[in-house]
């Protein structure tokens, strides 16, 4: 089971690599239900994995100019709050009740990956090159905290939540949107990181193994992504999340 779990791993990272995203959000069921961690442990072992990928990722659109900093500066502040926040919740809530959040995550995450082009594409073409306007400013903190509380109490990174918005409400076009996400999600994993640490026990080997096989993985698939079908390639992904998530409910420990 033990190697099964780094052979997932790799999977998550070739994921991460051929979409930009997604694949993270199988980190805790992977932590969990193969390599035995409990929830309380997968949480926060699974935001320092997702807060380690983002950042080489981040770092990568930063070199490349698609990450717009003042974007990240007024979504980060309700971002990190609403994260730490989370991860205090996650601290007193079941390990039942995370579970059932974080599988409630992953069904939108499928059903994001199903619809997100088509809405994406329409969004993309009426407000890529409309900055943030006062009518839209005050939906910024609310989604910043929105997305933060649930990466800090479930664990996962948000991408898909963060990416829309960042093109809805910041007119980011979409190269500039998944740059500035990944710097949202780094920013938001390092304050549940620090609210968890010290209150549950962190095998930071098994992490940083972790962590290192998914960034093998991140490599390969961005030399596979121009090979491979990315329309095929979402739907297959997101009917695999629908599934995983269902799987989550069903056992619900």
Do not use: N
């Not at 039942?96 to 059903?111: D, E, F, G, N, S």
């Not at 910041?170 to 304050?191: E, H, N, Q």
């Not at 992490?207 to 329309?231: C, K, P, Y």
Request: with cysteine; aromatic share 6%.
């Amino acid at each position: 089971m033990i190697a099964l779990g780094y052979v997932l791993a790799l999977f998550i990272g070739i994921s991460l690599g051929l979409l930009g995203g997604g694949g993270s959000i199988l980190t805790v069921p992977v932590l969990h239900y193969i390599l035995g961690y409990d929830v309380k442990s997968a949480v926060p072992m699974s935001l320092v994995v997702v807060g380690l990928t983002s950042a080489v990722g981040a770092l990568t659109h930063w070199k490349a100019g698609t990450l717009h900093v003042r974007t990240a500066l007024s979504f980060g502040p309700p971002a990190v709050l609403g994260a730490f926040l989370g991860a205090e919740l996650g601290l007193k809530a079941s390990p039942r009740l995370q579970l059932a959040v974080l599988a409630v995550v992953m069904v939108l995450a499928a059903l994001t990956m199903f619809f997100g082009s088509v809405v994406m594409t329409a969004t993309t073409a009426t407000t890529a090159t409309i900055p943030i306007t006062g009518g839209r400013l005050p939906l910024v903190p609310l989604v910043g905290g929105a997305v933060g509380l649930l990466t800090g109490f479930a664990g996962v990174g948000g991408g898909f939540l963060y990416v829309p918005a960042l093109v809805v409400l910041g007119g980011l076009p979409m190269r500039k949107a998944v740059g500035t996400s990944l710097a949202l999600i780094l920013l938001s994993c390092i304050a549940g990181v620090t609210r968890y640490h010290g209150s549950q026990p962190i095998d930071w080997r098994a992490v940083a193994l972790f962590t290192a096989i998914a960034l093998v993985g991140v490599l390969l698939g961005s030399r596979l992504v121009s090979h491979v079908s990315q329309t095929l390639l979402r739907k297959a992904f997101a009917a695999l999340l629908l599934l995983m998530g269902g799987l989550v409910l069903t056992l619900g420990r």
